[in-house]
């Protein structure tokens, strides 16, 4: 089975600051690992995407990950924030090595706050 | 990336009605889509998977007789909420995979269900 924890509900930071979101994740199979966000009333954005090339993954609007296989880690980062990364910032996993659905499995969610 | 549209955005009904909900993919064929429902400050709750031409899978818990989906081409999926009671009031919400973007899911804007 499959799982997903994102350390911490709520992550403040100032604009400017490091942005590093914590997800870690439980596989018995080789993971495919995303980032999605959420703005308020919306659907989610794919943010970026590991999909077992480079271990280092840049996404879209600044953000990269990092995929940690000895410390089961896919944790995203932004060197410098902007007022428009407030957010909600899910983790999700799944496998592509079983033929099927491919369902996703989301970690709870981290909203970001950006303070001026 | 690959779109995908959802009608309506929105949604008020009466208590016993029936609600359609439209999930569309744009550029690209989607030979699965899924349906999520989103309470408030909480994460996804996968409800069912459809792949084209065939029954949907419902999760555990899911009313197949409440919720039913049809998936009768590559670009389109329907949510019916069928009797519709103030609490399936909910943000639902569809993704779909498929032809070149067989190994992610991207996501619809949503729904807002209100049922008075």
């Known amino acids: 089975a499959q799982s997903v924890t994102q350390l911490g509900s709520h992550v403040s930071v100032s604009e400017g600051a490091l942005v590093l979101l914590r997800c870690n994740y439980s596989s018995s199979v080789p993971p495919y690992l995303f980032w999605y966000v959420q703005y308020p009333n919306q659907g989610l954005q794919l943010l970026l995407k590991?999909?077992?090339?480079?271990?280092l993954v840049k996404g879209i609007n600044g953000f990269e990950a990092e995929f940690k296989k000895s410390e089961t880690s896919f944790h995203l980062t932004k060197p410098s924030a902007h007022m428009s990364d407030a957010a909600e910032y899910f983790c999700a996993v799944t496998h592509l090595l079983i033929q099927g659905a491919q369902k996703l499995v989301f970690g709870q969610g981290t909203r970001l706050t950006i303070n001026p | 990336g690959a779109v995908v549209s959802q009608h309506p955005s929105r949604v008020i009904c009466k208590s016993g009605t029936s609600v359609k909900i439209e999930c569309r993919s744009l550029?690209?064929?989607?030979?699965?889509m899924f349906w999520y429902r989103q309470f408030p400050k909480q994460s996804l709750m996968l409800m069912a998977t459809?792949?084209?031409?065939?029954?949907?899978?419902?999760e555990q818990g899911v009313e197949k007789d409440k919720f039913l989906i049809n998936h009768a081409s590559l670009t389109l999926s329907t949510l019916t909420v069928t009797s519709a009671h103030p609490e399936d009031s909910s943000f639902y919400i569809c993704?779909?995979?498929?032809?070149?973007?067989?190994?992610?899911?991207?996501f619809g804007p949503g729904t807002r269900l209100t049922v008075l």
């Open positions: 459809s792949n084209e031409g065939s029954k949907a899978t419902y």
């Open positions: 993704s779909a995979r498929g032809g070149r973007y067989a190994d992610t899911q991207y």
């Open positions: 590991y999909t077992s090339a480079a271990t």
């Open positions: 550029d690209f064929q989607a030979t699965t």
